[in-house]
């Protein structure tokens, strides 16, 4: 598993950092970075951070879909998320009973650099900032989801 949590780390960086607009560039990309990918895991890593093909001014480009992802579920997710609390490090959410690891999944679905990652158990979530002096923007993103009702 870290494996796979490496090289879609590796694959958010390039498309943030690069213009790819094909796959067997991203292929040749992870290969330079250690990775022997087939191109069936690469989709299936596509489908998992959200990554979609667009049409830009320079031609066709990949890129991760933070705006896209989870329109109808985000207003869901702000109704499961209880509590947050903080300290210096890292931020925790207390959730309905079982609902901490679909929580976890969203947040890291958004794809945002300031979060490193989350872990998810039964009603609580950590998630983990890439820097402390991000919490108070990543709190601020929590309040956005929890303040999101249902129509």
């Given amino acids: 598993m870290a494996a796979k949590l490496r090289r879609q780390s590796i694959i958010k960086r390039i498309l943030r950092e ?3 607009s094909n796959q067997e560039q991203l292929l040749k990309m992870l290969h330079n970075e250690g990775f022997k990918v087939t191109q069936a895991t690469l989709s299936r890593d596509f ?10 001014d320079i031609g066709v480009r990949y890129v991760i879909s933070s705006d896209d992802f989870g329109k109808h ?3 869901l997710v702000g109704l499961e998320i209880l509590n947050v609390s903080h300290n210096e490090n890292v931020i925790l959410m207390r959730t309905i009973a079982g609902r901490a690891q679909g929580v976890a999944h969203y947040i890291d679905r958004l794809n945002r650099q300031e979060i490193l990652g989350t872990i998810g158990g039964d009603d609580t ?4 900032p890439d820097k402390v002096k991000n919490i108070p923007g990543i709190l601020e993103l929590i309040d956005d989801i929890i303040a999101r009702k249902p129509e």
């Avoid at 979530?125 to 983990?128: F, P, S, T």
Wanted: proline share 0%; hydrophobic share 55%; no cysteine.
């Fill in 18 to 20: 690069r213009s790819i």
């Fill in 47 to 56: 489908a998992d951070l959200g990554v979609i093909r667009t049409f830009t």
């Fill in 73 to 75: 579920i985000s207003k």
């Fill in 125 to 128: 979530v950590l998630v983990i």
